[in-house]
T-cell receptor, first 112, second 116 residues
Framework: AQRVTQPEKLLSVFKGAPVELKCNYS??????LFWYVQYSRQRLQLLLR??SRESIKGFTADLNKGETSFHLKKPFAQEEDSAMYYC??????????????FGKGITLSVRP | EAGVAQSPRYKIIEKRQSVAFWCNPI?????LYWYQQILGQGPKLLIQ????????DSQLPKDRFSAERLKGVDSTLKIQPAKLEDSAVYLC??????????????FGPGTRLTVL
C-alpha cells in the first residue's frame, strides 16, 4: 500500500525565515513524488515534481530514498507563499499507477 | 487553455437524497479522476477513467456511488442515497496521456457537498 505522511498541520513563520515542509512516504516500488499547493480561493495546482529537479517560486524538494522523504524547502519565505501544501505520490505516469495518493496537507502561514 | 470545469460549486442535501456532480476536463485530456476530500484530509481517489473506460474504481463505494464518462469527455459522479459522511469536496482532475515523464494532474474548483 502507498502512504504519504505530513506530520505537521500548521507552520507559521515570519517573512524572510527559512521554510521546511516535511513529507515522508511508503511505497514498494519507485514512486513519483509531487508537491501540490492551494492558495486561498484557488484550485489545487502542481508546485513541483521530483523528476524535474527544478526550483519553482524559490521552492526545492529532494527525493531521499534512504529516508523515504521529500521535504519542501525555501530559504526565505514570502507572504505570498501562505497556502495549503500537499505532498503526493504516484506509482508512475501510466494507467492505474498514475493515481495520486495525498498527505493530509500543511497550512503555511507567513507573517509580515 | 480553459481549465477543468465542475458544477455545481456547492450543494446542500438531506441524507438519503440523491446528488450528481458534473465535470468537463481539459480538451484532449484522456485521463479523468474523481477525488473526495473530507475536511482536514488530503484528496482521496474515488475513480479513474482512461477515455470512457474505468482504470481504477477500487475505492469507490459502489453501493451508493456511481460514475460514468460517456463518449470519453464529460463525466458525472452520482451519490444515491447520500449519507452524512459523504459531506466533502469532490474534485475532478484530468491529465494528458502518452507524454513520457509527465504526470501532472489539473484540478477543477471542486463541488462542496453538505449532507444534513
Amino acid at each position: 500500500a502507498q502512504r504519504v505522511t505530513q506530520p505537521e498541520k500548521l507552520l507559521s513563520v515570519f517573512k524572510g525565515a527559512p521554510v521546511e515542509l516535511k513529507c515522508n512516504y511508503s511505497y514498494s516500488g519507485s514512486p513519483e513524488l509531487f508537491w501540490y499547493v492551494q492558495y486561498s480561493r484557488q484550485r489545487l495546482q502542481l508546485l513541483l515534481r521530483h523528476i524535474s529537479r527544478e526550483s519553482i517560486k524559490g521552492f526545492t524538494a529532494d527525493l531521499n530514498k534512504g529516508e523515504t522523504s521529500f521535504h519542501l524547502k525555501k530559504p526565505f519565505a514570502q507572504e505570498e507563499d501562505s497556502a495549503m501544501y500537499y505532498c503526493a505520490l504516484s506509482g508512475g505516469s501510466k494507467g492505474a499507477n498514475s493515481k495520486l495518493t495525498f498527505g493530509k496537507g500543511i497550512t503555511l502561514s507567513v507573517r509580515p | 487553455e480553459a481549465g477543468v470545469a465542475q458544477s455545481p460549486r456547492y450543494k446542500i442535501i438531506e441524507k438519503r437524497q440523491s446528488v450528481a456532480f458534473w465535470c468537463n476536463p481539459i480538451s484532449g485530456h484522456a485521463t479523468l479522476y474523481w477525488y473526495q476530500q473530507i475536511l482536514g484530509q488530503g484528496p482521496k481517489l474515488l475513480i479513474q477513467f482512461q477515455n470512457n473506460g474505468v482504470v481504477d474504481d477500487s475505492q469507490l463505494p459502489k453501493d451508493r456511488f456511481s460514475a460514468e464518462r460517456l463518449k470519453g469527455v464529460d463525466s458525472t459522479l452520482k451519490i444515491q442515497p447520500a449519507k452524512l459522511e459523504d459531506s466533502a469536496v469532490y474534485l475532478c482532475a484530468s491529465s494528458p496521456t502518452g507524454t513520457s515523464g509527465r504526470n501532472e494532474q489539473f484540478f477543477g474548483p471542486g463541488t462542496r457537498l453538505t449532507v444534513l
